[in-house]
């Protein structure tokens, strides 16, 4: 079970998370930490006049599915609204807890698909998506 959990996508996904850096003076910061793993995930954005992700950047400290999850998000985070960005994690939470059959249609987000069964690894899976939904809200409340 465990070569099919971490299997060769997820780990390149892992090693290439994009937007690995943090922003200076971003709209809105937050940091989020797995309680259960100790993963932790801050992220800085900034929105655009139409309220839209113009700049994105993350710090990312978790297992491999946790990056993998963050590799995910930020591959496809431009141009990505608050409300968009909740959706993804709350789709993709259900997901993971079994009250929805798919993860969403977050771009590439299937390949956490095996991930579903092992429930002590949907904390650093959801971090990512929860910290940029954070994020995102509270820069649109600025």
């Known amino acids: 079970m465990a070569d099919t959990l971490y299997n060769t996508h997820i780990l390149r996904l892992a090693a290439s ?4 850096m943090r922003l ?4 809105a910061s937050v940091q989020r930490v797995s309680p259960i ?3 932790r ?15 994105f950047g993350q710090e990312v400290r978790a297992c491999a599915l946790g990056q993998a999850s963050a590799a995910i998000l930020g591959a496809a985070v431009l141009g990505k ?20 059959e798919t993860p969403g249609d977050w771009p590439g987000i299937e ?32």
């Open 37 to 39: 793993c100790g993963s």
């Open 111 to 142: 390949a956490l698909a095996p991930a579903r069964a092992h429930k002590g690894r949907h904390g650093s899976i959801l971090l990512a998506f929860q910290t940029a939904a954070d994020a995102a809200a509270a820069a649109a409340m600025r």
């Open 41 to 55: 995930v801050t992220v800085d954005v900034d929105l655009d006049a139409a309220g839209r992700i113009a700049r």
């Open 17 to 20: 998370i994009p937007h690995q």
């Open 81 to 100: 609204t608050p409300l968009e960005l909740a959706r993804a994690r709350d789709a993709l939470a259900g997901f993971l807890k079994g009250d929805a």
């Open 24 to 27: 200076d003076h971003p709209q």
